[in-house]
């Protein structure tokens, strides 16, 4: 049933935090986990989408969790909007032992499976318990058993406690940000959550990928600073857009020049995640040292 208590609270996650405790025994165990965050609308769940495709190309048991109450983190896996974890436990009065592993996780293309954890209404509840629920439920179901590697795609860049949950699970963070102002103070921040999560979890920063960007040198002259490190380029072509209208990964797109070597590069941005990246630890920066940093006169 629902365990309607008031959440645990943790106090050691960064000074002042009020941070949801997940349950330590749902910790999970024997896949790489990784955490996608960045700026609202910056290509999360495009990059997480076909991330977990270049894993699964390369042999990969893959897991897409969607940590979103628009539920649409998979849809270019599946071909249609999946309902939430939250949905169907509600269907069943939260009794999730009557519920079957295809009633909420979706094979998508490639053999990639699909959850979306969703999220509560708006305004109440917090994020935080639904991605612990949704991790409780693959684990009861033996979901996570024979997987290899797990992406959480997370909403926008909240950095609030319920959708820093994920971290609390992740081997690594990864920021997606674009060459601009916004995504990149956005990621200043992403990365003082990270920090403040790496002092109790084993979460590390990998580092970032700049997306639908032809630049990259101002998201390198801020890595330069903070010691932090760009570890893929997406560029800004117009097959991104286009896959997401057609419901579909860069993988089931014609065969074009700009969308075979964006393939290469997830491929080559999986290959490097799976063999392991170094843990970074950059020094997040002042609000008025990235205007200084970015800005113009």
Partial sequence: MLDRSPPKIRGQDGEGSVQVHQDPSMKIEGAKVFSIYGKGGIGKSTTSSNLSVAFSKLGKRVLQIGCDPKHDSTFTLTGHLQPTVIDILKEVDFHPEELRPEDFVTVGYNGVQCVEAGGPPAGTGCGGYVVGQTVKLLKQHHMLENTDVVIFDVLGDVVCGGFAAPLQHADRAVIVTANDFDSIYAMNRIIAAVQAKSKNYNVRLAGCIANRSRDTDEVDRFCDTVGFKRIAHMPDIDAIRRSRLKKKTLFEMPDEDDIVAARLE?????????AGTEPLAP??????DIFELLGFD
């Fill in 266 to 274: 997830y491929i080559r941005l999986a290959e490097t995640l799976w």
């Fill in 283 to 288: 020094a997040p920066l002042p609000d008025r």
